[in-house]
């Protein structure tokens, strides 16, 4: 894998005009660098031209959004200088005056960056000068206690406040729990759009009141009705119990709505019930079996009923809006308890989280003007901003880089006698933007386009907007095919976040001939009938390539051997790749799971919290049956069996169990191991150090060892991570066994797997894991899966300055349907991401069932062109070697078949990796 580039060529790009102006350290520039096009090189070059130009580097401020990134980039700053000293007298000159200086050559995450200036301006920004940056290990555990407050001190709320009554009633505790765990993590955004929906709403306007007005409104639609009401109540099925007890609300509609709120609720709701379907609409067919249809009295009440639908329907609807409102308000004040409870556990610690370091830092920025002296320091010393990958910017993060570049708006003022007038740069590209669940909003490039250029209106630098779109990765046949399949992909150019690819993201095709390797077609299908089968024929092709395949060297240019960190295999979820990594294994394939996928679901973090769970409480049958089974003690199910009802004994009692009679071989002499080892560990628990008993637990069952050859890099690794994460837990003040296993239970289950660097495996990873990187081999797997994202009981959108939503379950609003459209259009750009990470060859595959391939709701197939999952169909047959695809260009882009492994492949396969 890599973030570099091969640049062979001497010849210039034809985007050169674009890059020369980007990295123009005179000029303000809003950049879009489609991917593979060295848009990293591009602001390194920037930065250095600053530095040429005279640039004291304190007074320049670079961003970008991870810790590996801005590390490379700043060494390749640093590199860069070096060979600046050893090509001419000026850069020599240069480097001696910054050599001793290196270490305010500073690249910055956004995080760092704000950090800083709180660290800074302590005072100004309301904090104690001493506090700290929460662990990531104790964001769950805080948040969990705030939320169990937040359902005390809202349950006491509810008290005075019927729309927080309501609303706890609506959702019951566990999704309130959820609900508010969701609001939280996104509380720096939901703060604002909370607002708008309220604003302007009255505040007589609450639930009870909806309930009231629905009453008195379904009451007087109903008066207006009163045959077709006369018809139900006089022909309807009253022998039904369920008729029964509507026919006696519709009988006393006109009292209904002098009842209590909740009484009124529950008749609304049975009137849903009866009336609509399911999914709210209006019911046109009435059955009941104590009805016959055929009757004349059957038929009465058919049509009568079928008449009266449409009434109870508008009725509702405008109530399920009223109700919702009102509910929102609710939400915002649970909302502030929540806020309120979260920060006070934080302050209790003297502790932020990075949403509060952002937001502290965003306010800081905002009040500057009242300190005078501390505006002066900041504006003296930020002269440039470079900010990288800016379509995953978010509205609060676009805000604190509005906010420090605003006063060159109004004049230079302190930089006046600077060698170059301050500047700003931002690069990113919108088809990249795929973070929208961290609030990235992809719209934000183009606003940011329209304010940079409004900092020097009259200013000689020309063009704010650049684009550069020549690729220094891909092979020309695969970049031909993105730029076919990418135009194909149905657009949505009214929405705002909508995925484009015009003329300024299509590739100029150029590059050397036949650079996939001369040995087929650079792109393959790979379509089975099961996911099993699937993961099977990707395995057989990689086996394939690594056999007898040829790729680029990323360094050279030239053909070389492929090997097995050459590939990867790309999801769109996270409950993909246990197919795969199992189908990899079975060929002697090693492989790392790279982070974004499962930790806590690797066999080996199994193992070990089956360990700490049973040390916290050893009488308990089922986790004593945990450790049992793990490859800590490792008996089979069928000893499990015989030991059944006596498991824990089987491990402490101090009598030999007569159920260890019937063991046979192994079982029974591991079962006595354990019995020597487990006792004596279940003694330690609480007089050393959990850290410490696990160690020797490892150390005494010979754990490592268990561990075995294939996957046993990445899986060491996941126990080294493991230990770690034990230590961090414990010296957090979790020093009992009990503490830590309940800590680590209640983490979330989305921790990634340790990274293991210059190992040579094959690379799975979801596709935001693989974004910024690069491989010569690519598979896009499992494209019909989707992301399988449960819908939060309370939805918050935001959809600019003056749009937002609330939604409370089980309500539907329009921005529901708008989010769905929003996810529809991200998935869009995560197959854009997909695909181009690949080098020389790229591969799609997906489950056809019944030589159909159906993509779920969420998943990259879904986006996929009609004409292509077509062509996906055609392979399943299997008939055909090849298959070809024509874009709407004419162009015809052929595709291998992948085809069963043959049993000569496996063998080789398989000796290649003992020989490994």
Known sequence: MSRTRDRRSAAAPPDQAARLAAVDPRRNVVLEASAGTGKTSVLVTRYLNLLRAGIDPLHVLAITFTRQAAAEMRQRIVEELKQDAARSRAGEARWRELRERLGEITISTIDAFCLSLLREFPLEADLDPDFAVADEMEIPHIVRQAVERTLVTGSAAAHDDPDVAMLLAQLGPWRVRRAVTHLLQ????????????????????????????????????????????????????????????????????????????????????????????????????????????????????????????????????????????????????????????????????ALLDFSDVLERAVDLLRKMDEFARSRYRLESRYHHVLVDEFQDTSRVQWELVSLLVQSWGEGSGLVDDAPLPPSVFVVGDRKQSIYRFRDADVSVLEDAGVAVAALRPDGPEGRVRQWISHSFRAVPDLLAFVNDLFTAIEKAPARRDAFRFDEHDRFPLAGPPDAAGGRGPALGLAVGESVERCAELAA????????????????????????????????????????????????????????????????????????????????????????LRSRIVGISDRALA????????????????????????????????????????????????????????????????????????????????????????????????????EHLDQLPGDVSNAVVDAFDAVNLMTVHAAKGLEFPVVLLVDLGRGAGAATPPVRVTDRGDTEAS???????????????????????????????????????????????VEPNRGSLGEVLPATFIAAMERAVAGAQPEIDWTGKTGRSHRLAVVGPEQPRDRASAGDRSAAS
């Not at 609720?265 to 049975?270: E, I, S, T, V």
């Not at 169990?657 to 354990?674: I, K, N, Q, T, V």
């Not at 560990?681 to 294939?710: C, I, T």
């Open 186 to 349: 996104r509380r720096t955004a939901v703060s604002a759009a909370l607002g708008r929906v309220l604003r302007g709403v009255p505040r007589d306007s609450t639930a009870a009141g909806a309930c009231r007005a629905a009453a008195a409104s379904l009451a007087d639609r109903m008066g207006g009705m009163r045959t077709s009401l006369r018809r139900v109540l006089d022909d309807g099925p009253s022998e039904s119990g369920s008729f029964a007890v509507v026919a006696r609300d519709l009988a006393d509609l006109g009292r209904l709505a002098e009842r209590e709120p909740a009484r009124i609720r529950a008749a609304l709701d049975r009137q849903r019930a009866y009336f609509l379907t399911r999914a709210g609409a209006p019911r046109k067919r009435f059955t009941d079996p104590r009805l016959p249809g055929g009757t004349p009295r059957g038929r009465r009440f058919r049509a009568a009923a079928a008449t009266l639908a449409p009434v109870v329907h508008d009725v509702l609807t405008r109530f399920d809006r009223d109700v919702n409102l009102a509910l929102a308000r609710g939400v915002q004040r649970l909302f502030r308890i929540g806020v309120a409870e979260y920060r006070r556990e934080l302050e209790a610690r």
């Open 540 to 627: 057989g092709e990689i086996a394939r390539l690594l056999r007898d395949g040829q790729v680029r060297d990323r360094r050279t240019g030239l053909r070389r051997r492929a090997e097995p960190g050459d590939v990867a295999v790309l999801f769109r979820s996270r409950q993909s790749h246990g197919e795969f990594e199992r189908a990899l294994h079975g060929r002697g394939i090693q492989t790392c799971v790279y982070k974004g996928l499962g930790f806590f679901d690797a066999e080996e973090i199994k193992d070990l919290r089956a360990l700490l769970r049973y040390l916290a409480n050893p009488w308990s049958e089922l986790r004593a049956a945990a450790l």
């Open 642 to 741: 015989r030991l059944a009802g006596g498991l824990s004994d089987a491990l402490l009692a101090l009598d030999v169990p007569a159920a260890m009679a019937d063991l046979r071989g192994d079982d029974a002499e591991l079962l006595a191991l354990a019995r020597d080892t487990v006792p004596r560990w279940a003694a330690l628990v609480d007089r050393v150090a959990p850290s410490e008993l696990l160690d020797l637990a490892l150390v005494e069952s010979a754990y490592d060892a268990e561990l075995g050859a294939g996957h046993a890099v990445q899986a060491r690794e996941n126990v080294k991570k493991f230990r770690g994460l034990v230590r961090r837990v414990q010296n957090r003040g979790y020093a009992t066994m009990a503490r830590v296993a």
């Open 806 to 852: 609330v939604s409370v379950w089980p309500f539907r609003t329009e921005a529901d349907e708008d989010q769905r459209l929003a996810e529809r259009e991200e998935s869009k750009r995560l197959l854009y991401v997909g695909a181009t990470r690949a080098r020389d060859r790229l591969y799609f595959s997906a489950v056809a069932t019944g030589g159909r």
